[in-house]
C-alpha cells in the first residue's frame, strides 16, 4: 500500500511540476509561452473574464468548453497562464487516473500501473500539459466517457457517458458525430441482462445518453442561433476545410493560405477576395463549397494530400506548421521507434479482440473517428493525443503478450515428459 502512496505521489508531482515548468522547458514555449493556437485561446478567455464578452476570434472554428474553464481561471487569479497550466496538470492527472481504471479491467492491476507509468511520461500526453490547448480537457473527457461506458451497468450511467459526450463535443465540435456513433455502439453491441439472465439490446440506454448529451450541448447552440441567426451545431468547419484541403496544403493547416489563388469556374480568384461575406456562416460555407470544388476536380492531387496527412501524423512529432517540421528533419530517428510503439499496440488490441469486441469495439470507433478527421482536414501527432492514452494501454498489452509467448516454450523444455 506505501508504494502505491508513493507511486501516484510521484506522478502528481511529475504531471504538476512539468506543467508549471513547461515554458522553460518545452523549447517551443521558450519562444513563445503562447505558442500556436493558444495565443487565439488565452485572448478568447481573458476577453469573457474581463470583459464578460464572448469574442471569436478564430471565426466560428473554436468550441466554449476549454475556454470557458480558462476564463473562470483568470477571473480568479488574473491573467495569468499559469494558473491554467496548473489546471492543465491537474487534467492530466485525471486522465492518468481514467486509463488505469481502464486498464485494471482490462489488463489487471500489475499491468495497470505499467500503462499509466508510461502515459504520465510520454512525451505527447507530457507536453501538452504545458500548452493552452483544448486536447487538455479533451483528454479526461474521452478517456473517462469510455471508462464509465464499458463499466455501465444502469441508466444513470447512461446519463453520465451522455453528460461527459456532450462537454466534449462542447470542447471539440468534431467529436459532435461521435455522440452518435457512441449510441449505436450502445444501441447494438451493449447487452444488458435481466435477472433470467436473457440478454437484451440495450436501446433506451442509448436514447438516455442521446437527450442528456443533447440537453448538455443545447445552450450553446441556443445562444449561437440567438448571435448569429443561423443553426450552429457548437463551431462550423468549412474555414477549417479549405485551411487543410487546397492546391498548397500539404498534409498540415497552412497559415498563408488565404492568400492563395484558386481556379473557380475557369476564373483564378484569390482566396481572401471569393470568401469574403460580412456573415461568418456565409464566409464558412464559401470556404467549404471551394474546398470541395477542389476535391472534386482534383481527385488525384487529393489523394497524394490523404499520403501526406497520413504520413505526417505518423510521424513521432508530426507538426502541423511547416516552420516547426525542420526540428522534425533532425528526429527522423524517432519514427522508427514511434512506428515499432505503433506495431506493439496493434498487436496488443488484435491479439484477442475478439473476445472483448463489445467493450473494445469503442476505442476501435474512436481510433476510426479519429483517422477520418485526419483524412478530411489535416495531419500531425496533436490529432492523435485524444486516442494516445488507449495506445499506450494497448502497447503494454503487446508487450506483455510477447513476453509471455517468447517465455513459454522455455517452461515447455523445462517440463516433466
Given at each position: 500500500?506505501?508504494?502505491?502512496?508513493?507511486?501516484?505521489?510521484l506522478?502528481?508531482?511529475?504531471?504538476?511540476?512539468?506543467?508549471?515548468?513547461?515554458?522553460?522547458?518545452?523549447?517551443?514555449?521558450r519562444?513563445?509561452?503562447?505558442?500556436?493556437?493558444?495565443?487565439?485561446?488565452?485572448q478568447?478567455?481573458?476577453?469573457?473574464?474581463?470583459?464578460?464578452?464572448?469574442?471569436?476570434?478564430?471565426?466560428l472554428?473554436?468550441?466554449?468548453?476549454?475556454l470557458?474553464?480558462?476564463?473562470?481561471?483568470?477571473?480568479?487569479v488574473?491573467?495569468?497562464?499559469?494558473?491554467?497550466?496548473?489546471?492543465?496538470?491537474?487534467?492530466?492527472?485525471?486522465t492518468?487516473?481514467?486509463?488505469?481504471?481502464?486498464?485494471?479491467?482490462?489488463?489487471?492491476e500489475?499491468?495497470?500501473?505499467?500503462?499509466?507509468?508510461?502515459?504520465?511520461?510520454?512525451?505527447?500526453?507530457?507536453?501538452?500539459?504545458?500548452w493552452?490547448?483544448?486536447?487538455?480537457?479533451?483528454?479526461?473527457?474521452?478517456?473517462?466517457?469510455?471508462?464509465?461506458?464499458?463499466?455501465a451497468?444502469?441508466?444513470s450511467?447512461?446519463?453520465?457517458?451522455?453528460?461527459?459526450?456532450?462537454?466534449?463535443?462542447?470542447?471539440?465540435?468534431?467529436f459532435?458525430?461521435?455522440?452518435?456513433?457512441?449510441?449505436?455502439?450502445?444501441g447494438?453491441?451493449?447487452?444488458?441482462?435481466?435477472?433470467?439472465?436473457?440478454?437484451?439490446?440495450?436501446?433506451?440506454?442509448?436514447?438516455?445518453?442521446?437527450?442528456?448529451?443533447?440537453?448538455?450541448?443545447?445552450?450553446?447552440?441556443a445562444?449561437?442561433?440567438?448571435?448569429?441567426?443561423?443553426?450552429?451545431?457548437?463551431?462550423?468547419?468549412?474555414?477549417?476545410?479549405?485551411?487543410?484541403?487546397?492546391?498548397?496544403?500539404?498534409g498540415?493547416?497552412?497559415?498563408?493560405?488565404?492568400?492563395?489563388?484558386?481556379?473557380?469556374?475557369?476564373?483564378?480568384?484569390?482566396?481572401?477576395?471569393?470568401?469574403?461575406?460580412?456573415?461568418?456562416v456565409?464566409?464558412?460555407?464559401?470556404?467549404?463549397?471551394?474546398?470541395?470544388?477542389?476535391?472534386?476536380?482534383?481527385?488525384?492531387d487529393?489523394?497524394?494530400?490523404?499520403?501526406?496527412?497520413?504520413?505526417l501524423s505518423?510521424?513521432?512529432?508530426?507538426?502541423?506548421?511547416?516552420?516547426?517540421?525542420?526540428?522534425?528533419q533532425?528526429?527522423?530517428?524517432?519514427?522508427?521507434v514511434?512506428?515499432?510503439?505503433?506495431?506493439?499496440?496493434?498487436?496488443?488490441f488484435?491479439?484477442?479482440?475478439?473476445?472483448?469486441?463489445?467493450?473494445?469495439?469503442?476505442?476501435?470507433?474512436?481510433?476510426?473517428?479519429?483517422?477520418?478527421g485526419?483524412?478530411?482536414?489535416?495531419?500531425?501527432?496533436?490529432v492523435l493525443?485524444?486516442?494516445?492514452?488507449?495506445?499506450v494501454?494497448?502497447?503494454?498489452?503487446?508487450?506483455?503478450?510477447?513476453?509471455?509467448?517468447?517465455?513459454?516454450p522455455?517452461?515447455?523444455?523445462?517440463?516433466?515428459?
Amino acid at each position: 500500500m506505501r508504494w502505491v502512496i508513493g507511486f501516484w505521489s510521484l506522478l502528481v508531482v511529475l504531471r504538476l511540476g512539468y506543467a508549471l515548468l513547461a515554458p522553460s522547458l518545452d523549447p517551443f514555449l521558450r519562444n513563445d509561452p503562447l505558442h500556436g493556437d493558444a495565443r487565439a485561446h488565452d485572448q478568447i478567455a481573458w476577453t469573457l473574464a474581463s470583459e464578460g464578452r464572448y469574442e471569436f476570434v478564430k471565426g466560428l472554428q473554436t468550441a466554449p468548453a476549454y475556454l470557458v474553464l480558462m476564463a473562470g481561471v483568470y477571473s480568479f487569479v488574473g491573467h495569468e497562464p499559469q494558473a491554467v497550466r496548473l489546471l492543465n496538470g491537474l487534467l492530466g492527472i485525471l486522465t492518468l487516473w481514467g486509463i488505469f481504471r481502464l486498464a485494471r479491467r482490462w489488463l489487471g492491476e500489475r499491468l495497470a500501473y505499467w500503462v499509466v507509468g508510461l502515459c504520465a511520461v510520454h512525451p505527447h500526453l507530457l507536453m501538452t500539459s504545458g500548452w493552452l490547448y483544448t486536447e487538455n480537457l479533451v483528454l479526461p473527457l474521452v478517456v473517462w466517457a469510455i471508462a464509465l461506458a464499458v463499466g455501465a451497468r444502469s441508466y444513470s450511467d447512461a446519463v453520465g457517458v451522455g453528460l461527459l459526450l456532450g462537454l466534449l463535443a462542447l470542447t471539440r465540435a468534431n467529436f459532435l458525430p461521435f455522440i452518435v456513433l457512441v449510441a449505436l455502439w450502445w444501441g447494438l453491441l451493449v447487452l444488458k441482462r435481466t435477472n433470467d439472465s436473457a440478454p437484451k439490446v440495450d436501446y433506451l440506454g442509448a436514447v438516455v445518453m442521446l437527450l442528456t448529451a443533447s440537453i448538455v450541448m443545447a445552450p450553446y447552440i441556443a445562444y449561437l442561433y440567438g448571435r448569429f441567426g443561423h443553426f450552429i451545431p457548437i463551431s462550423l468547419g468549412g474555414y477549417t476545410f479549405l485551411w487543410a484541403n487546397n492546391p498548397e496544403a500539404d498534409g498540415g493547416f497552412r497559415a498563408d493560405f488565404l492568400e492563395l489563388r484558386m481556379t473557380v469556374d475557369g476564373q483564378m480568384v484569390r482566396v481572401r477576395d471569393y470568401i469574403a461575406s460580412p456573415d461568418p456562416v456565409e464566409r464558412d460555407r464559401k470556404a467549404l463549397r471551394l474546398a470541395v470544388d477542389w476535391i472534386r476536380q482534383n481527385p488525384t492531387d487529393f489523394l497524394s494530400l490523404l499520403w501526406k496527412k497520413t504520413r505526417l501524423s505518423l510521424s513521432a512529432f508530426g507538426l502541423q506548421e511547416a516552420g516547426n517540421r525542420r526540428m522534425v528533419q533532425l528526429l527522423r530517428l524517432t519514427d522508427g521507434v514511434y512506428w515499432l510503439f505503433l506495431l506493439v499496440a496493434h498487436i496488443g488490441f488484435l491479439w484477442g479482440v475478439r473476445g472483448h469486441w463489445r467493450e473494445w469495439g469503442l476505442v476501435a470507433l474512436l481510433w476510426g473517428w479519429i483517422w477520418l478527421g485526419i483524412w478530411l482536414y489535416a495531419g500531425g501527432s496533436r490529432v492523435l493525443l485524444p486516442v494516445m492514452p488507449f495506445v499506450v494501454l494497448f502497447f503494454v498489452r503487446g508487450v506483455a503478450l510477447i513476453l509471455s509467448r517468447r517465455q513459454r516454450p522455455a517452461h515447455a523444455d523445462t517440463a516433466p515428459q
